[in-house]
């Protein structure tokens, strides 16, 4: 290596230096809005719930998914609640004091209640909770990546039409943002 090519490998490495600086940087505010998330508890969501009323067809555009933890009305066992809404309901979820109000207060979404028994027991509600109906689906219909305490995420693919109920096409990845004692 002779001195004339010397400095110029050095401004080199100086210069993969700082960008491997701003690499981290950039890393570390990456890590810092996802911590900020987590925070507010909000996680996306996409897909769609389709049910036929009586006034046409009603297609709600779920964007959020939320866990909540907390005792089964009917047997006290504790139970894992999803929560996939059109609109943020966070902070309703944060304010909650138990489970009568874990599905905070959504007017477009759904509730799908993990643990209660064999079965996947939900409600879907539309036009500011106009339109509701509850069910159960076969829990096969639902195929979770990630079934932890704290997260559950997948896709939920169920038509119950033939029965009045609705088409669901949701995927969600949902942190827990709430366990209830009552």
């Known amino acids: 290596m002779t001195s004339e090519t010397a400095p110029h490998l050095r401004r080199e490495r100086i210069s993969d230096l700082h960008f491997r600086g701003s690499s981290i940087v950039t890393a570390s505010q990456v890590v810092a809005l ?3 998330a987590a925070v507010a508890g909000a996680e ?7 049910f036929k009323s009586k006034s046409g067809t009603v297609v709600v555009d779920v964007k959020y998914a939320y866990l909540v933890k907390g005792p089964d009305v009917v047997s006290g066992k504790t139970i894992r609640r999803l929560v996939v809404s059109a609109a943020d309901v966070g ?4 304010k909650c004091g138990d489970m009568s109000c874990s599905d905070g207060g959504i007017g ?4 799908v209640d ?15 909770q106009m339109i509701q109906h ?3 689906a076969d829990r096969s219909t639902v195929a ?35 366990t209830l004692a009552k």
């Open 144 to 178: 979770l990546t990630t079934d932890t305490p704290d997260r559950l995420a997948g896709r939920w693919d169920h038509d119950a039409s033939a029965g009045g109920g609705p088409v669901i096409t949701v995927e969600f990845d949902a942190p827990l943002v709430k």
């Open 134 to 136: 509850s069910g159960m």
């Open 44 to 50: 996306p969501a996409k897909g769609t719930i389709t």
């Open 34 to 36: 996802a911590a900020l």
């Open 114 to 128: 993990f643990d209660a028994g064999e079965r996947v027991n939900y409600w879907f509600v539309a036009r500011d």
């Open 91 to 94: 902070p309703a979820l944060q």
């Open 108 to 111: 477009d979404g759904m509730t």
